[in-house]
């Protein structure tokens, strides 16, 4: 698209733009010049409304005809788009053409693909409600951080509370991230998937003993500590032990992260972390403490965050406390800025990671902080689009004020509607020509909070299967047994290979461990 702009504005007619070829992941030219227009009607939204006196937001283009109609209508007569179009449907005018997960989920004629594999064929074979992996988009999720990090000491380090599968965990431990653990149970899941001990460190607000003997058996690279009475049960701890615990003090800058309450961890009414003002006094009391080494800083304000301020005014915070620390004696090996970057859920649009940390880094070299060690903890920016949720459509529900698609999926597969009023985008795995209707989407679960999406246009019938997309985080992770219901399998995918990396539960699976009363 910046090719296409400087030719244009150099004076190149429109018709010199020519597509020679289809790059790969693009079922063919329709499909990519849908992606193009998508791409190019959101960079042109600014310019739209200044000269067609349009004051429309993305994602109602998306959701109605007449509007997407006009915005295609002003912006084959701009440079550039005039180029492109050859009758082709603008793709704002059909959600379908811009898939979350895009080009790792993508159509191939009318049938969905996770890469080059068929999800209807997975459904068939597998059964749903089934959860499905692209590995390629994990990989290429990852390559943006290593690309703004090139150059620079930086240590990924995947925050697997986002998607804890091995299958999953195996493929970051092979591409040589570390992981941000939050329990007990996370360090034996990340240890048996192949991670070093010394790529490991341990987040969250309540750590037990059991967990800090275990995590300092092992020899773990660093404790993120968020209270000053961590810290002194830590010390406690790896004293009795005879250990050194390496240590880094995560701190709450008081930065608005503007994104849901539930996950916002930087601001001073939540659980999270040291206050502001308390930083220095809790570096001190660490440094005089037997059996701790301090060692950095940590600062995670939350999660799906999609505006680089937040970033920018979090990291001033913590640089200032970084020169305090040292200035009183305390040195740093490392500086951690955790993770949050969110992802296209339903036209979002946050930074690229390498985009944001050109912004992040230019920052830090400005200041002086450049050359130092960085730790960050991605999580759903790395895994959220790389899944997606097959289910099958069992009974179709009309109601006078509600029509309602219920499938076999439920809150306890996707618990995220029903927790954050989250958004999914749901499609069919094999698109037809039918009439759509308006339903609620909503699972089986004895609960009215069982809803995956409010008020979608589905052209569906019962036995039709469907994905619900961007379900990579913070879904099979947070799955529960709710309804004696077992968790889905799960499938990754890698080029033409499908691989089973979790068998579907049974019923005996769910209540295995209980004990009937003599």
Known sequence: LDAVD??????APADAVRVETVPAGYADLDDLLVQIYGTWIRRL????????????APEEATAAEATAAAWAATARDLPGVRALHHGHRIAGADPMNQLPGHPHF??????????????????????????????????????????????????????????????VLQVFARAGCGFDIVSGGELERVLTAGAQPQDIIFSGVGKTRAEMQRALAVGIGCFNVESEAE?????????????????????N?????????????????????????RTLATYQRAAALPGLKVVGIDCHIGSQITDTAPYLDAMDRILDLVEAI?????????????????????????????????????????????????????????VGNAGACLTEVLYLKPGEQKNFCIIDAAMNDLPRPA??????????????????????????????????????????????????????????????????????????????????????????????GEKLLP
Request: proline share 3%; glycine share 10%; aromatic share 8%.
């Open 6 to 11: 400087a030719r244009l504005a150099a004076g």
């Open 45 to 56: 939204q600014a310019r739209l409304e200044q000269t067609c006196e349009l004051d429309v």
């Open 106 to 167: 993508a159509w191939h004629g009318d049938a969905l693909h996770a890469e080059q594999v068929r999800l209807d064929a997975l459904a068939q074979q597998y059964g749903t409600p089934l959860f499905v992996y692209s590995k390629a988009s994990m990989l290429e999720a990852l390559a943006a951080y290593q690309r703004g990090f090139a150059g620079r000491k930086v240590k990924i380090c995947y925050a697997m509370k986002a998607n804890s599968s091995l299958g």
């Open 231 to 251: 810290l002194e049960v830590l010390s406690a701890v790896a004293s009795a032990a005879g250990k050194t615990a390496a240590v880094s003090i995560r701190v």
């Open 253 to 277: 800058p008081n930065v608005d992260p503007k994104t849901h309450p539930y996950i916002s961890t930087g601001l001073k009414g939540n659980k999270f972390g040291v206050a502001h003002e």
């Open 326 to 382: 040292e200035g009183a004696g305390i040195a740093l090996q490392h500086i951690d800025f955790g993770g949050g970057l969110g992802i296209n859920y339903n036209g979002d649009q946050p930074p690229a990671a390498d985009a944001l940390w050109a912004q992040l880094f230019a920052k830090l070299d400005a200041r002086g902080f450049g050359d130092r060690q960085f730790m960050i903890e991605p999580g759903r920016s790395l």
């Open 419 to 512: 927790m954050y009023q989250a958004y999914h985008a749901i499609v069919p795995l094999q698109r037809k020509d039918s009439a759509a209707e308006t339903y609620d989407v909503v699972g089986p679960v004895c609960e009215s909070g069982d809803w995956i999406g409010r008020d979608r246009a589905l052209g569906v019938q019962a036995g039709d299967r469907l994905a619900v997309l961007s379900a990579g985080a913070y879904c099979m992770s947070m799955a529960s047994n709710y309804n004696t219901r077992g968790r889905a399998a799960e499938v990754l995918v890698d080029g033409e290979q499908a691989h089973l990396i979790r068998e579907r539960e049974t019923a005996a699976d769910t209540f295995r």
